[in-house]
């Protein structure tokens, strides 16, 4: 087995039980092993750190499966591993609220580059490291095992494949092919999530505790949400009562299926609305329009921290004007899914933001990704999804 010689000293995150072990990190590898294959990784001092795959092309040369020198990366590793995660979501989600749920989250589940979502019936499995190519076929013969999904899918093609040395890889893995559109219910509502061309594996899994939470804020309310996709955050609203909502986005095939969700669920009083956000919302202002809650829920400014600064002035931009069409007492859903940016300087933007616009305005809540979305303790780069409620106070305005 080949095997991965840290340099002094680069042994200390391993220690913390981070699973990434940088290219800066190594000294060397002894052997030749393939991409995705299971290596041997050692201290400079020559103790046993962990077992990790190798990911030649990447910046993340390995990443940890196992700390214990005992474990053996096998399919029993892999069984093991998944009932783990897909235990962890039967234990603190109720199975009546929703049939979307996503079973594996990657490094916070012991189990780096590989995601798994299930939509009723159908598991959708999506991977992004070497590590998890490699096991493949081992990973959708075990989800068949332990999920009975009458279909999985795979839609392994996001953007960082291309970091890996990766090729895409999408298409129908097990079962019965997909027929359109996956109907599922969550908090009685119906959704459709598209699990071949739809963003990420078809739906924004990770925003459903928020979705009710808007819920629960909208009767009556005049809302706006921004960047809206199929319309997770507008059939909530509307399902708690607004009185209206504006809904906005980029994309026209977007906006169809909010339409159609909208529909499929006898909903009215949304508007939908295609066009540039950033410009929409100074439009908004012009035609000095304003909304009791807005829901601001950007695509990922900042994909890498080195990022991070331009995409903090694109963060800083809509959140004035969010905080600009606030009515006084006005409720901010405010939200970065930017892994590179952290969340003390997210709030730091939202706080510049409400400055700037001439507000006062607290935070009443921390927001993050619901629970099917865990973040390891030893891993907060998986905490990629920061939110802020925020209240503009009743009568602050000042310009
Ligand atoms: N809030 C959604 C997810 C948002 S995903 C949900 O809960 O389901 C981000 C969305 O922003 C995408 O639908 C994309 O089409 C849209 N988008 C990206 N840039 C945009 C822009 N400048 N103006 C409007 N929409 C934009």
Redesign the pocket.
Known sequence: MARLILKPGREKSLLRRHPWIFSGAVHRIDGDPGPGETIEVRASTGAFMAWAAYSPSSQITARVWDFSESARIDVDFFRGRLQRAVEMRAAVLNPSRTHAVRLVHGESDGLPGIVVDRYAGVVVIQLSSAGGFRWRDTLVELLAEITKAQTIFERSDAEVLQLEGLAVSVGLRHGAALASAVGVEEDELQLLADVEHG?KTG??LD?RD??SLLRTLAPGRAVL?????????TLSALAGGAASVLA????AD?LAAARAHLELNRLSGAELLE??????LRRLRDQARSFDVV?L???KFAPTAALAQRAARGYKDINLYAFKLLKPGGLLLT?S?SGGLSRELFQKIVADAAVDAGVDAQILRWLGAASDHPVALGFPEGEYLKGLLCRVAPRARRG
């Open positions: 963003h739906f924004y925003q928020n979705r949400d921004c960047f809206c996709y199929t319309g997770g955050f906005i986005d980029s994309s977007s066009g540039d956000v950033f410009q929409v829901v829920d950007p695509p939200f899914c």
